[in-house]
């Protein structure tokens, strides 16, 4: 068997048409890891497509809104992390025709595949709030899901002296939802130690009827919320924002609140990448346009030769890069016992996990199945969801080094 670091340096080539056994497509975690497991296993001929030359590790974006981390530690060239013996074409794709096995590329040129590996993320909708879009980046309205506004936030929360503060989570599938509190408890915490959290008014807008929807994790990020005296507005949502008046209006059954506001932290509402519902890839009845794979074997229920995983994936799991490590182990298994002519075997449990930063040394370690129960790594250690010192250490300092070294190569 091949290894990953068998070949010659990763292969970048332009736009053109060809054919390829297996193309990935998404050079985030789901797409890199698993190409990586994929040659591991021997599988030649696999191309990947991704049109950034950076690779970023989203989960230290929190961190670095919060003041705990650096911009710098989120990224690496993303040449440096292709596998060996893998062929980057630098390009996005624009259409997916799953009949004729073909990708349209936004570059040029269209490529057929045996086999097609979806992974291509989620895409933030900004403009389906009305005034957001405007609004994003332009002054007091910011979010920590992109890198560069997440450097911007971590500046405008290290200096609150006074005022009010609102953070948001949308509603519907998001990655990773829970993010959108971490900076907001690593920020309380630092206003707190530095004597200035009675004059700062924090507002928490989250779509579900609790902070987190499983009573275990409620319980222990409602004494952070409690200690820092957060107004948790819940069942509710951001609605618009109205740069004139500087007002966040959040809807929820009881009706239509404005609050004004100094900093507005928005996490998006998100969807999937439009190709995926034209090319017929979304079940009809799924109006974010996910794509329709079994959520147990990530292969597409329709189109035998169409695998997917990650954000972009209708599984019934919640979407974060803790599920992906498992589904690129799943899908690898499946891939490669198809290309033998092998049933597909196989099966990705659902879980989950959300890494849930209350302060800026401790972690609520989230582990959840699909149905909200309890999915400790450890499972003789079934409190290890309490807030804790050591899952702090772990999620910020341990858990990048393990990222780029061992998951992106497909060795964990």
Same mark, same amino acid.
């Given at each position: 068997?091949?290894?990953?670091?068998?070949?010659?340096?990763?292969?970048?080539?332009?736009?053109?048409?060809?054919?390829?056994?297996?193309?990935?497509?998404?050079?985030?975690?789901?797409?890199?890891?698993?190409?990586?497991?994929?040659?591991?296993?021997?599988?030649?001929? !696999?191309?990947?497509?991704?049109?950034?030359?950076?690779?970023?590790?989203?989960?230290?974006?929190?961190?670095?809104?919060?003041?705990?981390?650096?911009?710098?530690?989120?990224?690496?060239?993303?040449?440096?992390?292709?596998?060996?013996?893998?062929?980057?074409?630098?390009?996005?794709?624009?259409?997916?025709?799953?009949?004729? /096995?073909?990708?349209?590329?936004?570059?040029?040129? $269209?490529?057929?595949?045996?086999?097609? !590996?979806?992974?291509?993320?989620?895409?933030?909708?900004?403009?389906?709030?009305?005034?957001?879009?405007?609004?994003? +980046?332009?002054?007091?309205?910011?979010?920590?899901? $992109?890198?560069?506004?997440?450097?911007?936030?971590?500046?405008?929360?290290?200096?609150? =002296?006074?005022?009010?503060?609102?953070?948001?989570?949308?509603?519907?599938?998001?990655?990773?939802?829970?993010?959108?509190?971490?900076?907001?408890?690593?920020?309380?915490?630092?206003?707190?130690?530095?004597? #200035?959290?009675?004059?700062?008014?924090?507002?928490?807008?989250?779509?579900?009827?609790? %902070?987190?929807?499983?009573?275990?994790?409620?319980? &222990?990020?409602?004494?952070?919320?409690?200690?820092?005296?957060?107004?948790?507005?819940?069942?509710?949502?951001?609605?618009? %924002?109205?740069?004139?008046?500087?007002?966040?209006?959040?809807? /929820?059954?009881?009706?239509?609140?404005?609050?004004?506001?100094?900093?507005?932290? #928005?996490?998006?509402?998100?969807?999937?990448? &439009?190709?995926?519902?034209?090319?017929?890839?979304?079940?009809?009845?799924?109006?974010?346009?996910?794509?329709? #794979?079994?959520?147990? $074997?990530?292969?597409?229920?329709?189109?035998?030769?169409?695998?997917?995983?990650?954000?972009?994936?209708?599984? $019934?799991?919640?979407?974060? +890069?803790?599920?992906?490590?498992?589904?690129?182990?799943?899908?690898?298994?499946?891939?490669?016992?198809?290309?033998?002519?092998?049933?597909?075997?196989?099966?990705?449990?659902?879980?989950?996990?959300?890494?849930?930063?209350?302060?800026?040394?401790?972690?609520?370690?989230?582990?959840?199945?699909?149905?909200?129960?309890?999915?400790?790594?450890?499972?003789?250690? =079934?409190?290890?969801?309490?807030?804790?010192?050591?899952?702090?250490?772990?999620?910020?300092?341990?858990?990048?080094?393990?990222?780029?070294?061992?998951?992106?190569?497909? =060795?964990?």
């Amino acid at each position: 068997m091949a290894t990953a670091g068998a070949d010659s340096s990763p292969r970048t080539t332009r736009p053109r048409t060809g054919h390829h056994r297996v193309i990935v497509v998404g050079g985030g975690n789901g797409g890199i890891s698993v190409a990586a497991r994929l040659r591991r296993r021997g599988v030649d001929d !696999i191309a990947l497509i991704d049109p950034s030359d950076v690779h970023e590790y989203k989960p230290l974006f929190s961190h670095v809104a919060g003041g705990t981390a650096r911009i710098s530690e989120t990224t690496r060239p993303q040449r440096t992390v292709i596998p060996d013996g893998v062929s980057w074409i630098r390009d996005a794709v624009s259409a997916i025709d799953p009949a004729r /096995s073909s990708l349209s590329l936004t570059g040029g040129g $269209t490529l057929t595949y045996d086999h097609v !590996i979806l992974s291509p993320g989620i895409q933030y909708d900004w403009a389906s709030v009305p005034g957001l879009a405007e609004a994003i +980046g332009t002054g007091d309205v910011t979010t920590h899901y $992109t890198g560069d506004l997440a450097a911007r936030t971590s500046l405008r929360l290290r200096d609150m =002296r006074a005022g009010t503060v609102v953070f948001t989570q949308p509603a519907g599938p998001a990655s990773c939802a829970g993010a959108a509190q971490k900076p907001m408890y690593q920020a309380c915490d630092y206003w707190q130690r530095t004597g #200035v959290l009675g004059d700062i008014r924090v507002v928490m807008v989250v779509p579900d009827d609790t %902070v987190f929807g499983i009573p275990a994790f409620d319980r &222990e990020i409602g004494r952070a919320i409690d200690r820092y005296g957060i107004e948790l507005r819940t069942s509710s949502a951001l609605i618009e %924002v109205d740069a004139d008046t500087g007002d966040a209006v959040i809807g /929820s059954a009881s009706g239509i609140e404005r609050i004004h506001f100094d900093l507005l932290n #928005v996490v998006p509402p998100q969807s999937a990448p &439009e190709w995926i519902a034209a090319g017929g890839l979304a079940a009809p009845d799924d109006a974010d346009g996910f794509i329709e #794979v079994d959520p147990e $074997t990530l292969r597409h229920r329709r189109y035998g030769n169409v695998w997917a995983l990650g954000d972009a994936a209708a599984t $019934t799991n919640s979407k974060s +890069g803790g599920a992906l490590r498992k589904q690129t182990m799943v899908l690898a298994k499946n891939l490669v016992s198809a290309l033998e002519g092998r049933r597909p075997r196989a099966r990705y449990d659902g879980y989950g996990v959300c890494p849930m930063t209350v302060s800026r040394s401790s972690v609520v370690w989230a582990e959840f199945g699909p149905s909200g129960e309890l999915m400790p790594t450890i499972p003789f250690f =079934r409190r290890m969801y309490r807030e804790s010192g050591l899952s702090w250490f772990f999620d910020r300092r341990i858990l990048p080094w393990v990222y780029w070294n061992l998951i992106l190569t497909g =060795r964990v």
